[in-house]
């Protein structure tokens, strides 16, 4: 009588051996799995808190006052485009839109070339104190300075000009790029540079050549949010601009009146200004996010 061991392989009766049976994983931790469903209904919930603002502005914009008003027809109704007409024909919205965009594009170019070449400078020379004074420049509240901006602009006739709205922009612009450029020309290996310069090119020509084009991304996360500021802006435009220079968020305050508020148009005007920024978010979000984590993890 054969006596067959634990550890011997069983056979099945047509002589062929049995297969293995598959290993069962095991189950995830309940806490996982709770965590995973926390996390999608977290997400879920701030995409909706953000999104919902969005969403009735946009409704708004298609309904009439009367409807505004009316809870029974919050998302139910007949769309009307008379608010739009309003905003971009009778009350010739283009002229605001191509004002705001003159005063964004002027203002963040300027604050590009003189911010460029200051971030690298104080990068590579360690100018600490010339940062502080940037970085104390970029949290002073703009508020602060309207009255004496005010009064010396209107001392010099500037005040309701383009070059007022370009120079008090330049103000806040000018030292977020710095600041943003500065961490990213200290992500930047120095290496680079050295290496430019051995083979014949002066400190200037190594950042024209070789810095300058490295940086692009950082350049473009620093343009565009400060861009997005420009275009945004509504305190220092209400006291510096005049009835030709007018910006987009200037004039939608028009639809505030003493008496009443033209909530139609002012939710078609606001949809108006708020569109053009969220496209340039949308295609630059990667340049953005990019650029603000540049120098992060340096060292």
Do not use: C
């Not at 002229?95 to 002027?106: E, G, K, L, R």
């Amino acid at each position: 009588m054969t006596v067959l061991n634990e550890n011997t392989e069983t056979q099945t009766s047509a002589g062929q051996p049995r297969q293995p049976r598959p290993v069962r994983r095991p189950k995830k931790p309940l806490g996982t799995r709770a965590y995973k469903v926390f996390r999608v209904a977290a997400l879920i919930a701030v995409v909706l808190f953000l999104v919902a603002p969005l969403f009735w502005m946009l409704l708004a914009s298609l309904k009439t006052n009367v409807d505004i008003y009316d809870t029974a027809k919050s998302f139910i109704f007949s769309p009307t485009f008379e608010n739009y007409a309003n905003v971009l024909q009778r009350n010739n919205y283009f002229v605001f839109i191509f004002n705001s965009f003159w005063v964004a594009f002027v203002s963040t170019a300027l604050s590009l070339v003189l911010g460029v070449p200051a971030a690298y400078a104080m990068s590579r020379f360690t100018m600490h104190r010339s940062a502080l004074v940037v970085l104390m420049a970029r949290v002073i509240p703009g508020v602060s300075l309207l009255v004496p901006w005010y009064y010396v602009f209107s001392n010099l006739k500037m005040v309701g000009g383009f070059e007022v709205l370009i120079l008090s922009h330049m103000f806040v612009a000018l030292p977020l790029i710095v600041y943003i450029m500065m961490s990213y020309f200290d992500s930047l290996p120095l290496e680079l540079e050295e290496s430019a310069q051995v083979d014949g090119l002066t400190p200037i020509g190594a950042f024209q050549r070789i810095t300058l084009p490295l940086s692009v991304a950082g350049m473009a996360t620093a343009g565009i949010l400060s861009f997005i500021f420009s275009w945004n802006n509504f305190m220092f435009a209400l006291v510096l601009s005049g009835s030709k220079t007018k910006t987009l968020p200037v004039a939608i305050f028009d639809f505030v009146s003493y008496a009443s508020i033209d909530w139609g148009g002012l939710m078609a005007a606001a949809t108006v200004v708020t569109i053009p920024i969220m496209i340039i978010a949308l295609f630059t979000q990667k340049y953005i996010v990019s650029g603000m984590t540049a120098g992060a993890t340096k060292g």
